[in-house]
């Protein structure tokens, strides 16, 4: 049964939006039709989680099995979260407005290491016990008796356990794939690896295993034969931190699963709030073999995986048409590394060169930077560079196999300048194994000489803005065996920071060591640290990444830290607990693996990640961190030779690499066309849940519409053509309106039908359109016409009140000629106006008795200048209280009509 949701979205929630569920491509399958129903829930805001790609992939992909549905949950904004709390209402999934335990499964997405206090509080919200055991043993109907079976069979739709009234959860993401055991208290399971392949297969057990009636126990037992699933329950830690199974008929160690890209996937939800990513992703290359030492994504994708160069072009066309963005990005772990990247960049920027779009890459190799991707990435709309680094010395990047000459990064740097770039943002870390004080300020003296060397005459130095970040070591990396100090975090950056105050044109941001430490203590963990993240959480840790619950979170963690009595293991890394850099006092030589096997920090001591199988071989990251010891590069595999690191074979595949394409001849950059050869008015109405739904996020639905429409919209000229759509004026936030009107401006005449049709058919439902003209090109905007304004107001008195009351206070206000009200200016100044001036017509609509309060439907109009001359429902309220003495509320307003002048 669906959550009565309609009181707690209400336009004093910030983005209301966020909750509706009503984007477009949003999947709505009815109930009753499916048996497993889904919630795959991304731990973040709604900003965050709607925009990630792996979000909408999945959720593509488990909406396109016949007898499943998949809804979405986001973590909600903490105004929503105090209203569910204080109305004792369950979390519920944006799109079917249903509790999350009305659901079979629930999958959250671990992607960072401080992350599961997030998924907890989700798991508080909606009612749901946070641990696997609390789940199985508060189960509501048995353990598979035959009684409550026959009660489940009854029931038109039996959960997909006949021993809990709970879903199951699981977690799926790199941070999961990468070490579970932190958070194996909290999760049924996990999914390991790519889900594309692996959660469909989940999906029909759970079928079958709802048909046959299984336990939860007899369930998981299933799902726990699956490649890539990982069930924690059927696992026991030993004293020295590993992982064994506890029964013979589960496998010894878990395979991380490998999947195909399918861009086609990408395609899909297209929020109506504006999101971190706010445009159209297609995913090119998945999987990295550069072999960066330091690198967890690059060593848990692998092998690296082209997508075909025709299947990318024809998914970003046919993204943008339904989608309606003007902005697309391609994504990689290393887009350079797509050797197609130039052909199909030029490609799409020729074929849509007409309709404004621009591309976008994440952090690329500076050393494949050349004039071909500047070419796709240049253009009207000049999006920002990103390059990464890593170390300010030759010899560090040696040492981290970052593959990067300096010759190279300049070469990339100086290209960009020499192609319009003025800032161009460097990514380094510090705290990498081996690293000296010298190596740190060589970051400051490699950005002084790029600086240098792009200088000329008539152009403004290069400016960089510079993240450096504090590395922490992760599992399945070489250097998953070093020991970072936070102390010596914090000195470098100091060292750093003096150095940057003497360098113009040079930003430079540090990571917060708090967080950095936190990170390795949780990612580098075992099962012992469940308690501490519960506690954590209980204590207010939550959103941690974010700037603003920094210290909150970091007092919580380091609380429940001591309560857990693990201060002695979160000193060791506050402190630097070893080095695998250190030297020998009498030789200086640095100390091998094979030389620290009698210490207690062995090589080859199991850690508690051990019994993941990445395909990665344990011994060959022992071997390339001897090599990190000599500086010894890799060579990128992809590429050249096969470096031997394990992954290739049956279980994970091969390396892909396509023969690029040849580059297309660059058709020209976008020209704005601002030729208005027509003008088109627009009378619509703004309903239901549009109606919470901003005045600035409507403004971007109706360009997105335009270009789904395929409407030859004019543009205006200068640095940043916008398309030239006019909304006469805006509507206060949860306000309905029958009247609205809009203008729309275009490069050659269109019949006003056909416009009205094309317009309508793209349109959210709750948009309806009323009424279509043609108007003079030359004719006044509507927003400057504005005269009046017609609204109906639901008003409340806060006293029992007859109609005949409502009408004598209604006659009361018509027969004042004077009604003062005190305004306070945008300048702060206050200033009296006379607000029965503004008020054209009154009058009472209609009453209802059969409600607590006396509520009564009042009709104004009223004027509505764009000079300020303005009368709002507020104000209506004012004079009512005026001449009634009686407080009223404000239910709701609807905007009957604009009145617009001659």
Known sequence: MAVAVEKLITPDILKPGRYLGNERLAVHKPWETTTIRWV?????????????????????????QKSQLCDRAYLPGQDLSAKLRETNTPLFAVESKRSLTEFDILGFSLSYELGATNILEMLDLAGIPLTWQERRDVGTRGHGDTENKENITASPHPPVTASSSYPLIFAGGQTATSNPEPYADFFDFFALGDGEELLPEIGLVLEE??????SREELLLDLAQIPGVYVPQFYQMADDGSVH???????????RRVATPIPAYSIGLVPYVETVHDRLTIEIRRGCTRGCRFCQPGMLTRPARDVEPDKVVEAIEQGMRATGYNEFSLLSLSCSDYLSLPAVGMEIKNRLRNENISLTLPSQRVDRFDENIANILGGTRQGGLTFAPEAGTQRMRDIVNKGLTNEELLRGVKTAWEQGWEKIKLYFMIGLPGETDADVLGIAETVSWLQRECRGKGRKPLNFNLTISNFTPKPHTPFQWHSVSTSEFKRKQNLLRQEFRRIKGAKANFTDVRISAMEDFIGRGDRTLGKVLRRAWELGAGMDSWYDNLDKAFTAWEDAIAQADLDWKY???ENGEWNVFQKEEQSGEFLTPDSRLATPHSFDAPLPWDHIDTGIDKKWLKEDLERALAAAIVPDCSFEGCSHCGVCGTDFGHNIVIEPPAVPKFAGEFVPNTTRTQRIRVWFGKQGNMALVSHLDLIRLFDRVVRRAGLPIAFTGGFHPMPRISLATALALGATSSGEI????????????????????????????????QIDVKAKAASQLLEAAEYLMT???????????????????????????????????????????RLFELELVETDKNRAECISVIRYLGSYRQDG??????????????VANVEFQILHIHRNRLVLGV
């Open 742 to 773: 809009a203008d729309f401006e275009l490069t050659m005449p269109v019949p006003v039908d056909t416009f009205q049709e094309k317009l309508a058919k793209e349109m959210p439902i709750d948009i309806p359109i009323y009424y279509v003209a």
């Open 869 to 882: 001359w303005l009368l709002r429902p507020e104000q209506i309220v004012f004079m009512l209280e005026a």
């Open 245 to 255: 199974p506890l029964r013979p008929d589960v496998p010894k160690r878990i395979l």
């Open 209 to 214: 295993g709802k048909k046959a009636l299984l």
């Open 40 to 64: 795959l829930t991304y731990p973040e805001v709604y900003e965050v989680g709607a925009s990630n790609l792996g979000h909408i992939i999945l959720y593509n992909i488990l909406n396109a």
């Open 795 to 837: 008003v409340a008195a806060a006293n029992e009140v007859t109609p005949a009351q409502w009408q004598n206070w209604i006659d009361s206000i018509k027969a004042k000629d004077e009604l003062w009200y005190e305004q306070t200016t945008k300048s702060g100044k206050s200033q009296l106006i006379n607000l029965r001036d």
């Open 571 to 573: 000193r060791q890394i």
